[in-house]
């Protein structure tokens, strides 16, 4: 029986967490208060539960259990004018409160302001990211210190200078006006593919993938997209993320190693999950509104509609990361783009795509840049050119499984005997993760 219980809680914290923290944030103005008192409200829940049964509507008595101890800690506190305004506020329906039907702002429209709020172009981008996490997802400062491999001190600073500046500087908890949307939308969902980029592709640490930020990507963008049914974008993002983490379980092997898409085995790919993000793609694409999150989900979806590798249509690939250039006129994108001219075109024309970027210098620091120009000579039967080049991606990877993976290819072009088949791995950053 406790452990229905526990798994209840649990199953209603990742559901409603953020639901009870933005109403609590709206009513009282005081995001400390609106997290404390979500918390006791889960920890109420373990034993009234216990003793009760688990409510039929579970956000709703954590949202009504939350708003009765925001309500008694400001009565305890009511010493001004404005503390009385709050307790008049929170006050004024002593019967049970239910998000859902909210009439001046349900709950929709509560996480929908919380997601603007916490992604406000004011605050620094990790600022964003970890605000998002923390009340959104419900993730702890040591959790979150973990994730992004800081100190927790440092992510404790963080989120403090976050919500300072959103008091000091009269940031508003709205969703913005019709006029600014388009542009706020897209730093929204900056940050949700941000986030799921650094889970589906680490940056630093010993581990490639991070399952935690992935599913909370996905969940977020899960609740972005019912918030805005309308806005194809928010549909390609979530295809997008989606559509890669169908292949997620596959990227790395027993030992952590990194397995290249060409070489991952797709029986083992979550076909649901790829059928889904293939769905949820048309229906963006039916809006006629392109935009850069649904060109990447198409660019995914060739990938995960291909039966094996030999069939992945790289041609269209190479078109859709020109296509793309349009609205994402990045260095990197380009990068991926020679990717693809390579394999459809052949490595020489793919290398002359990576010398125009290397002349450039943009991407000098960047390990994926020599590693691609290894790859295509690698490709091309150039084995000790392609070395050289992974000797140079070595100096510049920081993650460890991929170092792994360079080590191991760059042993093979010096022995000249391993096998020059497979192996691209397309850059992640601004085109999505490989």
């Known amino acids: 029986m406790n452990d229905d219980i526990e798994q209840a809680v649990a199953a209603a914290f990742r559901e409603a967490w953020g639901q009870v923290v933005a109403t609590l944030i709206r009513v009282t103005g005081d995001w400390d208060l609106a997290e404390e008192s979500a918390q006791d409200a889960f920890a109420q829940a373990l034993d009234r539960w216990r003793r009760d049964g688990v409510p039929r509507r579970p956000g709703a008595w954590l949202t009504t259990t939350a708003r009765n101890r925001a309500l008694d800690v400001l009565r305890r506190e009511a010493v001004g004018a404005q503390k009385l305004r709050e307790v008049a506020v929170l006050a004024r329906d002593e019967g049970p409160y239910d998000p859902e039907f909210d009439e001046d702002s349900g709950v929709g429209d509560d996480r929908l302001r919380l997601i603007f709020t916490c992604c406000h172009p004011a605050l620094p981008i990790e600022a964003r990211v970890a605000l998002t996490l923390r009340t959104l997802a419900g993730l702890t400062t040591p959790?979150?210190?973990?994730?992004?491999?800081?100190?927790?001190?440092?992510?404790?600073?963080?989120?403090?200078?976050?919500?300072?500046?959103?008091r000091n500087a009269g940031i508003p908890y709205r969703v913005p006006p019709a006029h600014l949307l388009p542009e706020r939308t897209t730093g929204v969902l900056g940050v949700l593919y941000l986030l799921f980029n650094e889970g589906y592709a680490a940056t630093t640490g010993a581990d490639l993938v991070r399952t935690n930020l992935c599913a909370e990507a996905i969940r977020l963008a899960r609740v972005l997209?019912?918030?805005?049914?309308?806005?194809?974008?928010?549909?390609?993002?979530?295809?997008?993320?989606?559509?890669?983490?169908?292949?997620?379980?596959?990227?790395?092997?027993?030992?952590?190693?990194?397995?290249?898409?060409?070489?991952?085995?797709?029986?083992?790919?979550?076909?649901?999950?790829?059928?889904?993000?293939?769905?949820?793609l048309e229906t963006a694409l039916r809006r006629g509104r392109p935009g850069p999150y649904q060109i990447q989900a198409a660019i995914a979806a060739c990938h995960t509609t291909a039966a094996t590798a030999e069939e992945t249509d790289w041609a269209d690939i190479a078109a859709l990361y020109g296509e793309l250039r349009r609205f994402v006129p990045s260095a990197v994108v380009r990068l991926n783009r020679a990717v693809a001219v390579g394999m459809s075109e052949g490595p020489d024309a793919g290398l002359a795509l990576v010398a125009e970027l290397e002349e450039e210098g943009e991407l000098d620091a960047y390990h994926l840049l020599p590693a691609t120009r290894a790859d295509l000579l690698r490709r091309g039967g150039r084995p000790a050119e392609a070395a050289a080049a992974y000797e140079r991606a070595l100096e510049l990877v920081e993650n460890a499984s991929e170092r792994r993976f360079l080590e191991k290819r760059l042993a093979e072009c010096r022995s000249a005997q391993g096998p020059f088949v497979g192996g691209v791995k397309a850059p992640r950053a601004t085109a999505g993760p490989g």
Not at 146 to 161: G, I
Not at 258 to 275: C, F, G, H, K, Y
């Open 143 to 166: 959790e979150i210190a973990r994730a992004f491999l800081v100190p927790e001190a440092t992510m404790a600073q963080r989120l403090v200078r976050a919500k300072r500046k959103i």
């Open 225 to 280: 997209s019912r918030l805005m049914p309308d806005e194809p974008e928010v549909l390609g993002l979530l295809a997008l993320l989606m559509l890669h983490d169908a292949r997620r379980g596959t990227r790395v092997d027993a030992a952590g190693d990194l397995v290249t898409l060409e070489d991952q085995d797709r029986s083992a790919w979550d076909r649901p999950e790829a059928d889904e993000g293939a769905a949820l």
